[in-house]
């Protein structure tokens, strides 16, 4: 059995793909609104896995598995608990540059040039940022924008 030190278990509950903030919100409800006694002290909804939540909770499976039951778009709760060990690491925010290097191909998804691709001639990863040179451009400009202003079209093809 997997426990905090504070005595609360961590599960992980299956959801319809792309409901996983709308599972999430429908927990918090319950609880607030009074429609379950089940005691949840945290839901996680990590990014990087589709379709899971996790729920940090003192109650045991079969609690749970009743609160699983009447939440929309939460379909099942696994039999396996999990650890705080094995989902700290989506606690922890990725930096908006984080898997762009020299060389990558992007499309700038805000700003002037929204639209727009660019090829990373720079990455500054303590300030969260890249330059980049327009393909469009007859003469080539760097152009700094934030991480998070550009999505990743291609890997290193500079």
């Known amino acids: 059995m997997t426990e905090s030190e504070f005595g609360n278990h961590y599960y992980i509950v299956k959801t319809t793909s ?3 903030r709308t599972v999430a919100d429908n927990i918090r409800e319950a609880i607030e609104n ?17 379709g899971y939540v996790f729920v940090e909770s003192p109650e045991e499976h079969a609690r749970i598995e009743e609160l699983v039951e009447s939440i929309a778009h939460a379909t099942v709760v696994l039999k396996s608990e ?7 690491h989506f606690l922890v925010p990725k930096p908006a540059v984080a898997g762009i290097e020299e060389g990558t191909i992007v499309e700038l998804i805000a700003g002037p040039f929204k639209g727009e691709k660019a090829v990373v001639k720079r990455v500054d990863h303590a300030k969260e940022e890249i330059t980049v040179e327009l393909y469009e451009s007859i003469v080539p400009i760097p152009i700094t924008v934030r991480g998070d202003n550009v999505r990743v079209i291609d890997k290193n093809k500079g």
């Open 18 to 20: 792309k409901h996983e």
């Open 82 to 88: 999990t650890s705080m060990e094995e989902i700290k």
């Open 34 to 50: 009074e429609m379950t006694d089940v005691v949840v002290t945290a839901v996680i909804v990590p990014d990087d896995i589709k």
